[in-house]
């Protein structure tokens, strides 16, 4: 499939002049007003969104222009699986959030992502109904898994266990059918980063081996037997594990001998798997360079809309900048 890439690259290319750059989000961190932010964003592909008072609203312009952004890819790619690879995360978020509604009967359609392949209504009816002649096989097995569950149990946070662990799964199983390299060593450090937050939540929390064994992945590069033998341990004794772990260096910043700054590692996570597809820069043929963007839109996205609202809501510029994702130069 790889010689199929070499008409999509270059469109790809074109489509990274659009991004935003560091200077801009500089620019825009610095602004004193959302008028002088309009003026900013006004030659970019957000203007169309910069309406009177965008900044009430500014998140369901964002989300459009995701969504509009898969469209274009998935119409693009020769398969679209490589953008599902990417958006999926989106579809197990939806699943979580419409299966919790319908269990509880209340309305969160507002926190729908769109992942560009099934929209709100195509998932709705797939959870009432446990067949769907859109949604793929494992998604169905997954909401299977889910209403077994809560024939049983009660507890909304199990929808969010099964779903995470059928998640991961599948990524992994994706990542080596579509048999490209780069991609799979993203999505096994995608796993590991999960499991890696994952423990450390379950150990400040108490959480019984049991708990801890049905919560973590087994496809990732550590073993889950391996997370499991810190189940009776202290935070201090598993963070020293983790400075002994490849990761080790990479995580430091977040790690005090025996707390985790959550917030510093989630920011590590997502500029670490950015750094992985920095490597389209020098690479021509494959999926890499339109993952790369992918992730590159997304992160831009999420900056804006960290941006907006902590100016919405009276951040300083500091707080808004040391929330913010890095920018990937591609």
């Given at each position: 499939?790889?010689d199929?890439y070499h008409?999509?690259?270059?469109?790809?290319?074109?489509?990274?002049?659009e991004?935003?750059?560091k200077?801009?989000f500089e620019?825009?961190i610095?602004?004193e007003?959302?008028?002088?932010?309009?003026e900013l964003?006004n030659?970019?592909?957000y203007?169309?969104?910069?309406?009177?008072?965008?900044?009430?609203?500014f998140?369901?312009?964002l989300?459009?222009?995701l969504?509009?952004?898969?469209?274009?890819?998935i119409?693009l790619?020769?398969?679209?699986t490589?953008?599902?690879?990417y958006?999926?995360?989106?579809?197990f978020?939806?699943?979580?959030?419409?299966t919790?509604?319908?269990?509880?009967?209340?309305?969160?359609d507002h926190?729908?992502?769109?992942?560009?392949?099934?929209s709100?209504?195509?998932v709705?009816?797939?959870?009432?109904?446990?067949?769907?002649?859109?949604l793929?096989?494992?998604i169905?097995e997954?909401?299977?898994?889910?209403?077994?569950y809560?024939?049983?149990?009660?507890?909304?946070?199990g929808?969010d266990v099964?779903?995470?662990?059928?998640f991961?799964t599948?990524?992994?199983?994706l990542?080596e059918?579509?048999k490209y390299?780069?991609?799979?060593?993203?999505?096994?450090a995608?796993?590991?980063?999960?499991?890696?937050?994952?423990?450390?939540?379950?150990?400040?929390?108490?959480?019984?081996q049991?708990?801890?064994?049905?919560?973590?992945?087994?496809?990732g590069s550590?073993?889950?037997?391996?997370f499991?033998?810190?189940?009776?341990?202290?935070?201090?004794e598993?963070i020293a594990?983790?400075?002994r772990t490849?990761y080790?260096?990479?995580?430091?910043?977040?790690?005090?001998?025996?707390?985790i700054d959550?917030l510093?590692?989630?920011l590590?996570k997502?500029?670490?798997?950015?750094?992985?597809?920095?490597?389209?820069?020098?690479?021509?043929?494959?999926p890499l360079?339109?993952?790369a963007?992918?992730?590159?839109k997304?992160?831009?996205?999420?900056?804006l809309?960290?941006?907006?609202?902590?100016?919405?809501?009276?951040?300083?510029?500091?707080?808004v900048?040391?929330?913010?994702?890095?920018?990937?130069e591609?």
């Amino acid at each position: 499939m790889k010689d199929l890439y070499h008409t999509v690259n270059p469109a790809v290319r074109l489509k990274e002049t659009e991004l935003l750059t560091k200077e801009t989000f500089e620019q825009l961190i610095a602004a004193e007003s959302f008028e002088k932010i309009r003026e900013l964003l006004n030659p970019t592909v957000y203007s169309k969104y910069l309406t009177d008072h965008f900044q009430f609203h500014f998140e369901e312009s964002l989300d459009e222009e995701l969504d509009k952004t898969y469209q274009e890819m998935i119409e693009l790619v020769p398969d679209p699986t490589i953008v599902w690879i990417y958006t999926m995360r989106y579809t197990f978020h939806n699943l979580k959030v419409l299966t919790k509604a319908e269990k509880m009967q209340e309305d969160y359609d507002h926190l729908f992502m769109p992942d560009g392949f099934y929209s709100i209504e195509e998932v709705k009816s797939a959870i009432e109904n446990g067949v769907s002649g859109v949604l793929p096989k494992s998604i169905i097995e997954a909401i299977h898994d889910v209403n077994q569950y809560f024939e049983e149990s009660a507890i909304l946070q199990g929808i969010d266990v099964i779903y995470d662990r059928h998640f991961l799964t599948e990524q992994r199983r994706l990542a080596e059918a579509l048999k490209y390299p780069e991609l799979l060593q993203e999505v096994i450090a995608f796993i590991d980063f999960n499991n890696i937050i994952t423990m450390a939540r379950c150990i400040l929390q108490n959480r019984s081996q049991a708990f801890m064994s049905a919560v973590l992945s087994d496809a990732g590069s550590i073993k889950k037997e391996t997370f499991l033998n810190f189940t009776d341990q202290s935070m201090e004794e598993y963070i020293a594990f983790l400075g002994r772990t490849d990761y080790g260096r990479l995580l430091e910043p977040a790690l005090q001998k025996d707390k985790i700054d959550f917030l510093q590692l989630d920011l590590i996570k997502d500029n670490y798997l950015t750094s992985l597809y920095e490597r389209s820069q020098t690479t021509a043929f494959g999926p890499l360079p339109l993952l790369a963007f992918l992730n590159a839109k997304d992160i831009e996205i999420m900056n804006l809309r960290l941006l907006i609202v902590g100016k919405r809501s009276g951040f300083t510029k500091q707080q808004v900048r040391e929330r913010m994702r890095e920018i990937s130069e591609l």
